[in-house]
């Protein structure tokens, strides 16, 4: 089984930065796109960042500028730094890779999340 463990989450104040961590392990063949989503309380799952194994990335409007997503392949790790965090970034943070434990076997995997609060 493969597994994602998310890290770094935390309280801030508005204006600080936060930078969350993601490990994948388990049965890992190669892994294709990572992402963070996030999910504000009263809200549904949106997609903040994504980058593909070769280093594209995409961001939601509301964080591009701010947030920087990153990845280290040797680690099977993918990265979020996040500045000039904002009240309204608060939510639980939820890594999500596109794994493959063979080269014909792959699933949308998740990690369980982990809390960013930004206060003002």
């Known amino acids: 089984q493969v597994q994602l463990v998310e890290s770094g989450g935390g309280l801030v104040q508005a204006g600080g930065s936060l930078r969350l961590s993601c490990a994948a392990s388990?049965?890992?063949?190669?892994?294709?796109?990572m992402g963070w989503y996030r999910q504000a309380p009263g809200k549904q799952r949106e997609l903040v960042a994504r980058i593909t194994s070769s280093g594209n990335t995409n961001y939601a409007d509301s964080v591009k500028g701010r947030f920087t997503i990153s990845r280290d392949n040797a680690k099977n790790t993918v990265y979020l730094q996040m500045n000039s965090l904002k009240p309204e970034d608060t939510a639980v943070y939820y890594c999500?890779?596109?794994?493959?434990?063979?080269?014909?076997?792959?699933?949308?995997?998740w990690g369980r999340g982990t809390q960013v609060t930004v206060s003002s």
């Open positions: 388990g049965s890992i063949f190669r892994i294709n796109t």
């Open positions: 999500n890779a596109v794994v493959y434990s063979s080269a014909y076997i792959s699933g949308d995997v």
